[in-house]
């Protein structure tokens, strides 16, 4: 491939196409009317605009790209993550149309973009499950007898689809028939089908995944973990790699699990199989994403790899150019995800221009970004501004490199979720390890944020008066600010003598 399409915007677009540019191979931006300025838009070789700025009208429209991939004589079309990325009437309309879509086939996405298929395939290969159905269940009379045997609580879960909806935790049997009728509705309004199952609900679970990659010569390795735990509303805002509890039997059993899910939907490219463990440390086959994660640059942080890269050798007919003992963990990496919402009411999104934006720099720090000063956050699509990614020689230093990163990184015009990664990092259960997808449930209140805020405003006030005083003792008394401006109880509280 020399020139490729990159159908997708902001940070994972402009991410792929500089792995791109370092393969030698031109890109091509697609933008909708939205993302005319947008920095993807300037970085690529060429670019075309597909449509106005709702995504339904551009960035999900197959034929206005396969369209820009004729014009502009593209061989190949990487869709990154989200929208078309893994449709499987895309990568089949792709393939069709006579170029290579960078990724898997359509018969893995299909096999596994079903949760309930994904879920016969792992049980071939004896791969632990959540105790539940495997099968769709519409019948309200039968799902209660199974609810009653699998035990409450339990969960009802969307067979398509993710992000939560659809999604139901009933902790009583007298709720379920209404709770099932709920979920099932929201299945079908946001996914088209109204499938669901039933699973034990693992009450304080780990969220942990596994990278895979695969070629097209029948080769599957494992890419290690990432711990995916801190979310909000099921999605997640902190993940990292390795995680804090595995031991290197558990890491294997769980790669070794992932590597055969994989080969159980003959999966070629870069894939994700996610697992649930619970607080024995037991784990079970959750789902498998066919495409680039979010998350994807911890893991490339640790191993020394380059996925994209990966992804396109693979997409090409290259073999692994590696085997599974030729990989090993190097450091320890964290990232967080940048998102217009403010943390302190309840993590609604926000809008608004970024009227500052200067990102973060030094040793072991990485930005993946997709914005500029200046540039206003778009209604339309995701509100991910930026992934801030730190790499130390081991946990400790990762967390101290994010903790001062997210110091360094300077937004306003806008709330973020940078004062919530912050609290998490410095909290005991974090630090700890000790800590599982209930974290802000149990750990976080929004006025937390507010307290530690005002704690740095006073100690940033408290120094600059006593250095002021410092210097003008020789021209007059001073007043000391700890006895006259801060209460006795605030500098007791930040331990100001």
């Given at each position: 491939m020399k020139k490729i399409v990159?159908?997708?915007?902001?940070?994972?677009?402009?991410?792929?196409?500089?792995?791109?540019?370092?393969?030698?191979?031109?890109?091509?931006?697609?933008?909708?009317?939205?993302?005319?300025?947008?920095?993807?838009?300037?970085?690529?070789?060429?670019?075309?605009?597909?449509?106005?700025?709702p995504s339904n009208q551009s960035y999900l429209v197959m034929d206005k790209i396969l369209d820009a991939a004729k014009q502009t004589g593209a061989e190949g079309i990487h869709p990154g993550y989200g929208f078309l990325s893994e449709n499987a009437t895309f990568a089949r309309k792709v393939k069709e149309a006579g170029l290579i879509f960078i990724g898997p086939s359509a018969e893995s996405m299909e096999m596994m973009g079903d949760k309930l298929s994904a879920k016969a395939a792992a049980k071939k290969y004896n791969i632990p499950l959540v105790p539940g159905t495997d099968y769709a269940i519409t019948d309200i009379e039968k799902a209660k007898t199974v609810a009653a045997e699998v035990g409450f609580p339990i969960l009802i879960k969307a067979s398509a689809g993710g992000g939560g909806k659809g999604m139901r935790v009933v902790n009583r049997a007298e709720d379920f028939e209404e709770q099932m009728k709920l979920a099932a509705?929201?299945?079908?309004?946001?996914?088209?089908?109204?499938?669901?199952?039933?699973?034990?609900?693992?009450?304080?679970?780990?969220?942990?995944?596994?990278?895979?990659?695969?070629?097209?010569?029948?080769?599957?390795?494992?890419?290690?973990?990432?711990?995916?735990?801190?979310?909000?509303?099921?999605?997640?805002?902190?993940?990292?790699?390795?995680s804090a509890v595995l031991t290197s039997a558990k890491r294997k059993a769980m790669g070794e699990c992932a590597v055969m899910v994989a080969k159980a939907c003959n999966y070629v490219g870069a894939g994700t199989v996610e697992f649930l463990m619970d607080e024995n440390l037991d784990f079970f086959f959750l789902e498998m994403n066919t495409r680039l994660q979010v998350e994807h640059?911890?893991?490339?942080?640790?191993?020394?790899?380059?996925?994209?890269?990966?992804?396109?050798?693979?997409?090409?007919?290259?073999?692994?150019?590696?085997?599974?003992?030729?990989?090993?963990?190097?450091?320890?990496?964290?990232?967080?995800?940048?998102?217009?919402?403010?943390?302190?009411?309840?993590f609604l999104p926000d809008t608004g221009t970024l009227s500052t934006y200067q990102i973060p720099k030094g040793a072991g720090v990485r930005v993946d970004d997709g914005f500029e000063e200046g540039m206003e956050i778009p209604i339309f699509y995701d509100n991910m501004i930026a992934k801030l990614i730190t790499y130390g020689k081991d946990r400790n230093e990762a967390i101290a490199r994010m903790i001062r990163a997210i110091d360094e990184y300077k937004i306003s015009g806008i709330e973020t979720t940078l004062p919530f990664c912050k609290y998490v990092m410095q909290h005991e259960a974090f630090v700890s390890g000790h800590f599982d997808t209930n974290f802000i449930k149990n750990h976080f209140k929004p006025e937390d944020l507010e307290s530690s805020s005002l704690e740095e405003e006073l100690v940033a006030a408290f120094l600059g008066a006593k250095l002021m005083n410092e210097n003008n003792k020789s021209s007059a008394p001073s007043v000391s600010y700890a006895d006259e401006t801060v209460s006795k109880w605030k500098t007791n509280r930040l331990g100001i003598e």
């Open positions: 990159v159908a997708n915007r902001g940070e994972i677009a402009l991410r792929v196409m500089r792995s791109a540019k370092e393969m030698g191979i031109k890109t091509v931006a697609v933008y909708s009317e939205a993302d005319r300025n947008s920095p993807h838009v300037r970085y690529a070789d060429e670019a075309i605009c597909i449509g106005p700025p509705s929201e299945a079908l309004s946001s996914f088209g089908d109204g499938s669901v199952f039933i699973e034990r609900y693992v009450g304080s679970p780990r969220h942990i995944e596994i990278q895979v990659l695969g070629d097209t010569h029948g080769n599957v390795v494992y890419l290690f973990e990432r711990e995916c735990s801190i979310q909000r509303r099921h999605q997640k805002v902190v993940e990292e790699a390795p640059p911890v893991t490339e942080l640790i191993t020394g790899l380059d996925l994209v890269k990966e992804q396109i050798k693979v997409a090409r007919g290259e073999k692994l150019s590696f085997t599974q003992d030729d990989l090993k963990i190097l450091g320890h990496a964290i990232e967080i995800r940048v998102c217009a919402e403010d943390p302190a009411n309840n």
